[in-house]
């Protein structure tokens, strides 16, 4: 979008990107949180492939050193301890709501498996969830005990390279 063609009215709302002549309308709510944050999305992904290449360069020298066959099965340790470490990192203590509905839900498929009542449990279950978050507009920490409030205080970080 080019801010020469935009009326006076708009212009105010044209914010300057990475590159200085490309204009960005950072009115839209709904992409706003995506358009800021994209370059510590591309940042996180370029780590995650920089050590995903590192890890897989060690574990084929750790088995050329050990003998055993390669699969994809090595690879499992590292993708589980960055997934988690990338949720705690989006999530904050909030993660701990994320690993606990995903253990429910882990949970459920583990007992109704094979059964037809499964899917129907799974997904009651899951509607109950984005119901009461809506309803009670998340799920805070000081609503379960007073001393947990500590760990929704906001986190500031400094952009200042």
Same mark, same amino acid.
């Given at each position: 979008m080019d801010s020469r063609s935009q009326s006076g009215t708009s212009r105010h709302v044209l914010l300057g990107s990475i590159l200085?002549?490309?204009s960005k309308d950072n009115s839209d709510h709904q992409y706003r949180s995506f358009r800021n944050n994209l370059l510590p999305l591309l940042s996180l992904a370029l780590g995650y492939?920089? #050590?995903s290449y590192l890890? #897989? %360069?060690f574990s084929n020298t %750790? %088995? *050329?050193l050990t003998g055993k066959r390669s699969d994809k099965v090595l690879r499992v340790p590292f993708i589980a301890g960055f997934a988690l470490c990338m949720l705690i990192g989006l999530h904050g203590a909030s993660a701990l709501k994320v690993? *606990? &509905?995903l253990s429910a839900n882990y949970w459920i498929g583990k007992t109704t498996a094979g059964s037809? &009542?499964?899917p129907v449990v799974s997904w009651v279950f899951n509607l109950g =969830?984005? =119901?009461s978050n809506?309803? *009670?507009d998340g799920y805070r920490f000081a609503a379960l005990h007073p001393g947990l409030a500590y760990l929704v205080r906001p986190l500031m970080l400094s952009m200042n390279c």
């Open positions: 200085s002549f490309y492939l920089g #050590t890890y #897989t %360069r %750790r %088995r *050329a690993l *606990a &509905i037809v &009542i499964g =969830i984005l =119901i809506e309803l *009670a």
